[in-house]
């Protein structure tokens, strides 16, 4: 009999905890393991030995992990050297534990990678779950945790653009999570077909900021009088790569930038003398239980259960991801990569998502993207829209 | 028979517009009226004689506008002058409206009761349905609006609590709506016994801020190892009344200031070099379906059909409200009070409900506040609390 060990790393996802249910369901059914445990806050819960007896969850405890947001078991960011992984391998033959499981996005199947090539020889199997709302992960459709992202996106953009359109006196500038990719700021553009149009501009990190044109395009907007809405992604940047939201102090090492959603609600007040304000979701965007995907649910719950058959059947190395089989209907296969082909790369959007001239994204990403947030926005009634 | 007129003022709510289902549905079943029509974008609407035929919406479209936030038909802050009020009733008068109802805060009752003094003789009746997300409404024991925006409040601070407990490597500032009163941040108390101790500190614009204080309690809760919440909100000042987050530039006649969780969170980082970041859920804290409280809509449809039966039985200058019969069972009755009562008047809260010591709310306000978010928060499983 077989100990499974499952560890999550980096920021939480509304959905990691599905891939958790999944695997831990996987374990139970498969009769191989007497003991699934969980590390408490990550690769820091394996070293301090600090472990989660999940094998224990009674059905009420399991069915509330299915459905609820940010790490039940935490996770962790601890940057780790190469002695931590020798020491790891050794606290795993400790406990007897021959079967782990990394949930995390490319720093995450980096050390998962890394794990496993030291645990060569032992007879423990290493394998990872993808998880990223980034959807910066290589190698994979999209990771669980982007569709929920993205569905919040689509969501929270069409409930602001109706609290817009029902006082459309000011330019609103809507900011999401994304530092180098813009996946999650380009689902907000699903809400389009809701909201009579808003998001009207789209700014994406990869496409190169403009001033006077970001200008030019708002004012156009302004003028047909029923408001504007921009959703720019956290990240956006000038084509020379300088972050469009100025550095504002520095502590120690680290850099703080401004939110660029004031940066630029600021230069709308000040170039174009409009009235501006700035939103900015937030964290909301990845722990909201209440507009998770249905769709992300389930392929998370999905790649647990992959991942978890694998390391039981004994299969080490792996990530488990899917591959796109077609829009519509949707649908998606699931397959097993080896983990190397993820580890540490980071997939932007593609050129032929992108409408760099609008500051929009195309109709390929729309297609790509709306089956991942599981189903249509429901409407809002606004009768004051083109009033 | 009648004509109904109904109009929007100041910013919109998540259930302003079951306010509006509940008084056309009320005109409706009367029997009384034969045109209820919505003035498009408020005030404004009506000098300009922009009028929306809500008579003519089928069953679908009022069952959607029952449960869509945002102002369905539009609202507006246009400042009125005395002339306006004349030329009012003679648009009124010319489209053969005899009743009227506003609803909106204390500016817009303010609103309401100028026109119904000039209404005076002229055999239209004209009432206020309250509404208000900051609850800073006089005379009635809250406002429709508030209980949602309390909801959303408690709601988003577990889930937010959630995500920082899965990785708490951070000082969280969450910003919530409130200029001058703390109402809505204090709401998010109501997430402290889900979340194992967040909200740790509440601070709220009654509450004169300190910051050796503040950084000294920030400080204590760090060093318990679970990482620190903070709640503020965005009126949060000193004892001499100055805002706690600076000017940041002014534009024409207009201050802009920086936003208080972001100059808490900067402020945590340089005095106690811990990392620090600020959410601020913004307007989706009022436009948000999915956090709606079930009682604030019965209550916000209730209003609006007591208004309306009172204006459409000729009773004018009387605005709809709730007065509080007890905590446990929870029960409001309805009542009318003098428009008067409200206008421009604006409640903080009371002292009984705040722990100025330890900024913090009492026991009394959580009592009173517990039954407007209707019903309890659902769990979320978080098994690293306390690990």
């Not at 891939?19 to 690769?43: F, I, T």
Request: glycine fraction near 12%; charge should be neutral; hydrophobic fraction near 40%.
């Amino acid at each position: 009999m077989s100990k499974l060990l499952i560890a999550h790393g980096g920021a939480p996802t509304a959905v990691i905890n599905a891939s958790l249910y999944g695997a831990v369901m996987e374990a139970k059914k498969s009769g191989k393991v007497d003991a699934v445990l969980g590390a408490r806050h990550g690769s820091a819960g394996i070293l301090a030995e600090d472990f989660i007896d999940l094998g224990a969850l009674g059905p009420e405890a399991l069915a509330l992990l299915r459905v609820s947001p940010a790490s039940a078991i935490g996770t962790s960011r601890t940057p780790l050297e190469g002695p931590d992984y020798e020491q790891m391998v050794r606290i795993l033959q400790k406990h007897g534990i021959d079967r782990v499981l990394f949930n995390g996005g490319n720093g995450s199947m980096n050390t998962c990678a890394r794990l496993s090539e030291a645990c060569a020889g032992t007879g423990i199997a290493v394998g990872g779950i993808p998880k990223t709302i980034d959807n910066d992960l290589d190698g994979t459709d999209h990771a669980p945790g982007y569709g929920s992202a993205a569905r919040f996106a689509a969501r929270s953009m069409q409930e602001i653009a109706a609290d817009v359109a029902a006082m459309p006196i000011h330019v609103c500038i809507v900011e999401y999570m994304g530092r180098n990719a813009g996946w999650i700021t380009a689902a907000s553009a699903l809400a389009r077909e809701k909201t009579g149009g808003a998001p009207h501009l789209v700014l994406l990190p990869e496409t190169p900021f403009e001033e006077e044109r970001f200008l030019a395009r708002v004012k156009r907007v302004w003028d047909q009088g029923q408001g504007v809405i921009v959703a720019v992604s956290e990240g956006a940047r000038y084509a020379d790569g300088r972050l469009v939201a100025p550095p504002l102090f520095t502590a120690g090492r680290a850099t703080y930038f401004s939110a660029v959603s004031q940066y630029l609600a600021r230069l709308v007040i000040e170039k174009l003398g409009i009235k501006a304000r700035s939103e900015m979701p937030g964290i909301l965007g990845r722990s909201c239980a209440e507009m998770v995907s249905p769709v992300d649910r389930e392929e998370a719950e999905r790649m647990g259960a992959l991942a978890a058959r694998a390391v039981l059947s004994g299969q080490g190395g792996c990530m488990a991801g899917l591959r796109r089989v077609s829009n519509e209907p949707y649908r998606c296969e699931d397959v097993l990569m080896p983990l190397k082909r993820s580890a540490l790369r980071e997939r932007l959007m593609p050129e032929e998502m992108i409408d760099r001239d609008r500051y929009d994204v195309t109709d390929a990403f729309l297609r790509w993207c709306r089956p991942l947030i599981g189903g249509e926005l429901p409407d809002l009634l606004q009768l004051s829209y083109g009033g």
